[in-house]
């Protein structure tokens, strides 16, 4: 058993938990400028002033009060605006990836450096720049880039000035953008992903209770300018480039039910309809499956859709399926079933799983059904762009940090992954999420590391920001070095 020759190895970041320099060289301010740190218990907000000039905050899930405008204010901390320095850094970290022996490293294009409010007549050149120096820089190692062109970082402009991506108007801007990606790194960049986790949008009762169902008909609204976007960047990428590879990129994870009841597992199947096949069936097949009617129906969604619209979808059918693993979740009709956390994974506690620091399940059985399972569905190439264990690391005095949990869950994963590729399954690449520390997503925390790269940041943004190869550094770099043979 063993992967495939030319198996992609590597790693993934995205441009706003990394790059910092969040206000230099002409940048825009996105949304993820204005979220605060937080912690596993203590939530990110989004900080504004309100018309009225009276400072405020938000969680993060949580519409900002009408006519509010985002803000940076004194008083917080906003751990984006340094991330990890990849920006002044990318060279030394690049250096370290190839050390890895990584094959392929996915990163974000931050929307605001190349668009600073999104509605310019002409792209700004310092970020166009920036991103072709950080290709050429992969190039020199034989790091093949695969770029998410949308990696949860809107321009503010285009959400407060706009309305986000409620206003249809975003399609435009964004097939814009991506052509302007597109035409500039013709040659140097040939795999894109075109939303990051397209469907999370769809996931927002998970976390919010009371969420009102006027919440549900948005994102169901919004993904539907999004699955337009996308196919019109798919389209413009091959009249472009034929070369080009532009694949979906989902929230993946299975969803088992808890118990055989018939009950648990109609309401599985219903979830993964819900939160997954929802979208990869749209932008894999170019239009809306057969219970689209149905998830409509539920929450008495009504959507607008323009003459031109289902033509696109057709005409821009992605080549390949991508997605992040870090759990699964049980669907269970019992009310009082316990919870369980994920990364946008919802649901009963599956008592066969044991759960990371931050109470995500660790499932790498899961991922090599959830593989057969997307395999089985579409016959598309396979990527899973984002896995890995966040977990709180020591950094000893001789600067070596110890992390066999990161290994061994690696290690499982990746058995997983040969198991599933063994079963047939046309997997193409994995890249470990967060292959070296940055600024989680959910909490904000830099504690919650990821990396085989340890980052010398802490999270009152304290630290000298030195990179520190991981026990798991060396580990990564046996198993690319053997093709996933040696894993131990
Ligand atoms: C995914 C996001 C990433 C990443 C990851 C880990 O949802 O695409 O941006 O952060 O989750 O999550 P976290 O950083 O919250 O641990």
């Not at 033509?311 to 669907?331: E, H, N, P, R, W």
Request: some cysteine.
């Amino acid at each position: 058993m063993s992967f495939p020759k030319n198996f992609l190895w590597g790693g993934a970041t995205a441009a706003n938990q990394c790059e910092g320099a969040w206000d230099i060289q002409g940048k825009g301010m996105t949304v993820s400028d204005v979220n605060t740190g937080g912690t596993v218990n203590e939530p990110r907000f989004t900080t504004y002033v309100t018309k009225e000039g009276m400072p405020g905050k938000a969680t993060m899930f949580e519409p900002i009060p009408e006519g509010s405008k985002r803000a940076v204010l004194d008083g917080y901390y906003y751990p984006y605006h340094d991330g990890i320095d990849f920006y002044h850094r990318y060279k030394e970290d690049i250096a370290l990836f190839a050390q890895m022996g990584f094959k392929i490293f996915r990163m974000s294009i931050s929307w605001a450096r190349i668009f600073p409010k999104g509605i310019e007549a002409q792209p700004d050149r310092n970020g166009l720049t920036f991103y072709r120096h950080v290709f050429e820089e992969l190039k020199k190692y034989h790091i093949e880039p695969l770029v998410t062109i949308f990696h949860y970082d809107l321009p503010v402009y285009l959400e407060e000035e706009m309305g986000g991506w409620l206003n249809r108007e975003l399609i435009d801007c964004y097939e814009k953008y991506a052509r302007v990606l597109f035409e500039e790194y013709k040659g140097l960049v040939k795999y894109w992903l075109t939303f990051n986790e397209i469907n999370s949008a769809l996931m927002i009762p998970a976390f919010m209770p009371d969420c009102p169902p006027s919440r549900v008909r948005d994102a169901l609204q919004i993904l539907h300018h999004q699955f337009v976007a996308s196919a019109r960047a798919v389209r413009a990428a091959h009249e472009i480039d034929l070369s080009m590879q532009v694949g979906a990129m989902l929230a993946g994870g299975c969803t088992y039910p808890l118990t055989c009841d018939p009950q648990d597992v109609l309401l599985a199947q219903k979830q993964q309809q819900d939160d997954f096949y929802y979208c990869s069936d749209t932008m894999v097949r170019g239009e809306y499956p057969y219970f689209a009617q149905r998830l409509w129906k539920e929450w008495d969604a009504h959507i607008e859709m323009a003459e031109q619209d289902p033509a696109d979808l057709k005409q821009g059918t992605v080549d390949m399926i991508t997605f992040s693993y870090y759990s699964s979740s049980c669907a269970s009709a019992d009310p009082n079933a316990q919870r369980s956390r994920g990364n946008f994974t919802r649901g009963a506690k599956n008592p066969y799983l044991r759960c990371s620091e931050w109470g995500w399940s660790i499932d790498p059985k899961g991922l090599q059904y959830f593989l057969n399972e997307i395999y089985a569905r579409y016959q598309l190439p396979v990527m899973v762009v984002e896995n890995g264990l966040g977990a709180a690391d020591t950094l000893e005095e001789d600067h070596t940090i110890h992390d066999p949990y990161r290994i061994a869950y690696t290690r499982e994963h990746i058995k997983a992954m040969e198991q599933a590729v063994a079963d047939g399954v046309d997997l193409r690449a994995y890249t470990y999420w967060g292959c070296i520390d940055l600024v989680s997503a959910s909490t904000g925390e830099m504690k919650k590391r990821y990396g085989f790269i340890y980052v010398d940041k802490n999270d009152d943004g304290s630290g000298s920001f030195e990179r520190y190869k991981k026990d798991s550094f060396y580990w990564y770099k046996k198993v690319i070095g053997s093709n996933g043979d040696d894993l131990d």
